[in-house]
């Protein structure tokens, strides 16, 4: 009663247990990048905060939009972004090597960052649109893997192997949880497991290189390798409980490329240690759980598809991520979110949390009129 009296009521059913666990993750990143940058805000934790800052509102605000609403945008948000992809390939502006942005002159946008929240939201509306004896028809199949195939593959010839394989992992984690039959992942795995030698003929030399290095670290250490190499450096110096805050020589001595953006989970881990690196990847799965609760709390077939698919989302970014910089998996250019300098992870993460928020918020609401 005395904290409904303090304060007001739209504040007061607001999620502050998730919202304060988010903004502590992003400030303990804005920790790690003043570190990154030998004890200093410029150029990166500044500009972080603003940006979390501005996404975190955005999020909230989001969390107001009604279920109805979110279900009757889908199929239009997707269009734009699909032609913005489009667009991306015929006007696109190139930068380090890839054709990703669209410069709009205020701002410039990657619509591939927007396609993430997207495939799920139109996955999970399609399959809610079809009824559930059809489920594991051909018609309702092809039509999902039309839905997104074609964004993965624009994607993919920008080229960003990171976001395609995001963009695939999401809208298939939807079509797996609507109830689509195993062969449809299975034949396609098969598939892929049996053409893997003429698709690596096919990426790009730099991809190739990645995954060659994945495979064989010691095979190039001061050239493709030396990412990697750095990296379990930086972590395995860290020890049980790091070198302590601003102490870390591979990022303040330039030993560790991309120290502030793909590999900040490695500059983390050399100051902070073990203890602080369980204490992120804990924090990320309290998130991605409150995600799965709202899913499995949810009262329409949307919602319960719609809140797996986001909270799967923010597990793939954080999984990938940490494979990559532990050499588990190639490098593909997948950011920590929230931790990573940039604002397009914070956007697409603080996206799928608002629109997250959303459903829960519906959730109460149906929960408090019944």
């Not at 889908?74 to 390939?89: D, H, N, Q, S, W």
């Not at 619509?111 to 809610?128: C, D, G, N, Q, W």
Request: proline letters at 5%; a positive charge.
């Amino acid at each position: 009663m005395i904290t409904s009296a303090i304060i007001p009521r739209p504040l007061a059913r607001l999620p502050w247990r998730l919202i304060f666990l988010v903004a502590t993750i992003a400030g303990f990143g804005l920790l790690v990048l003043y570190s990154a940058a030998g004890g200093s805000a410029q150029p990166w934790a500044l500009k972080q905060a603003i940006i979390f800052s501005v996404f975190l509102g955005v999020a909230i605000a989001m969390s107001w939009v009604k279920e109805s609403t979110i279900k009757a945008v889908t199929f239009p948000i997707y269009a734009v972004t699909l032609i913005m992809l489009i667009g991306v390939e015929a006007l696109g502006f190139v930068g380090k090597g890839a054709q990703r942005w669209l410069d709009l002159g205020v701002i410039r946008l990657q619509p591939s960052e927007f396609m993430k929240p997207a495939i799920v939201l139109t996955l999970a509306r399609f399959y809610e649109l079809v009824p559930a004896g059809e489920i594991r028809k051909w018609r309702a199949i092809w039509p999902a893997l039309l839905l997104l195939g074609v964004p993965a593959v624009l994607i993919l010839v920008q080229p960003d192997l990171g976001t395609c394989i995001m963009v695939g992992l999401c809208g298939v984690t939807v079509m797996f949880l609507a109830g689509l039959p195993w062969w449809i992942f299975a034949g396609p795995a098969a598939a892929v497991a049996v053409a893997a030698p003429i698709a690596y003929n096919m990426l790009h030399g730099y991809q190739r290189k990645r995954i060659d290095v994945f495979l064989n670290p010691e095979s190039d250490p001061l050239g493709a390798g030396y990412h990697i190499s750095q990296s379990k450096i930086a972590i395995g110096s860290g020890g049980i409980w790091g070198k302590g805050f601003l102490q870390g020589s591979q990022s303040h001595l330039d030993y560790l490329p991309e120290g502030h953006t793909d590999f900040v989970f490695a500059t983390m881990a050399e100051e902070w240690g073990l203890v602080g690196g369980v204490l992120l990847i804990l924090a990320f799965g309290l998130v991605i759980r409150w995600g799965m609760r709202v899913s499995a709390n949810a009262r329409t077939r949307f919602s319960q598809l719609a809140a797996a698919g986001l909270s799967a989302t923010i597990f793939f970014y954080v999984s990938i991520n940490l494979m990559m910089v532990m050499g588990l998996a190639p490098v593909v250019g997948v950011p920590l979110p929230l931790v990573s300098f940039g604002g397009s992870a914070v956007m697409t993460v603080m996206l799928c949390l608002g629109l997250l928020m959303a459903l829960e918020r519906q959730q109460r609401t149906v929960s408090t009129l019944a």
